[in-house]
């Protein structure tokens, strides 16, 4: 019964290369977020959509492209892979757009080479 | 914008002690406080929230956290850890307007030890 998960849990790949995370949930909740974890754990949101509409991009590279096919469903595509995106990817969900709890995935860890 | 300083970056202590991770924020407006667990290799759960009403806020696992406005801070407290409590303990928050988001602490290793 996984609330939000994600896949692939790891992702080994080299620079250059184009990948994608996927995340669902089935919470039935509106809004969804994808946070983006370094190296020292800090956390830092990076999208967020309300019932599959962009509503949060936060200075985000463009090569970074979410895509939400259903609001159930947030997929997070990278191109032109750098050193610097290794990193671990949190997808999360809320019932509202930001000031309600959020419940988190498991987290893919991309490792870029 | 709003912004949050854990100031301990890592907290030892002995199994059954007595623990309090420390929070402070900082924002213009009115907000809404967390506290998530990050266990290792995985995702973050919420301990406890604060969204309005009593300023002690009862979580899972025996946490409890107390708002204090006046010193804008949000301090995580057990009384009685034990060696499963070790993890990573973020305190976050938003801000109660419009499509806020959730800005995170740097986190705080709590590493308890028989």
């Known amino acids: 019964d996984t609330a939000v998960s994600q896949t692939p849990k790891y992702l080994v790949t080299q620079m250059g290369n184009d990948k994608s995370i996927k995340c669902e949930q089935n919470l039935g909740h509106d809004t969804m977020y994808w946070y983006k974890q370094d190296s020292k754990k800090f956390l830092k949101i990076m999208f967020s959509?309300?019932?599959?509409?962009?509503?949060i991009n936060e200075t985000v590279p463009n090569r970074f492209s979410p895509k939400s096919p259903d609001k159930a469903h947030l997929n997070l595509h990278i191109n032109s892979l750098e050193l610097g995106d290794s990193a671990v990817y949190f997808c999360?969900?809320?019932?509202?757009?930001?000031?309600?709890?959020?419940?988190f995935g498991p987290g893919t860890r991309l490792t870029v080479t | 914008a709003q912004s949050v300083t854990q100031l301990d970056s890592q907290v030892p202590v002995f199994e059954e002690a007595p623990v309090e991770l420390r929070c402070n924020y900082s924002?213009?407006?009115?907000?809404?406080l967390f506290w998530y667990v990050q266990y290792p290799n995985q995702g973050l759960q919420l301990l406890l929230k604060y969204l309005s009403g009593s300023t002690l806020v009862k979580g899972i696992n025996g946490f409890e956290a107390e708002f204090n406005k006046s010193q804008t801070s949000f301090h995580l407290r057990k009384p009685s850890v034990h060696i499963s409590d070790t993890a990573e303990y973020f305190c976050a928050v938003s801000e109660n307007s419009g499509y806020s988001t959730l800005t995170f602490g740097k986190g705080t290793m709590l590493l308890v030890s028989p």
């Open positions: 924002s213009s407006v009115s907000v809404y």
């Open positions: 959509y309300n019932n599959k509409e962009l509503i």
């Open positions: 999360a969900s809320s019932p509202f757009p930001g000031t309600y709890e959020q419940y």
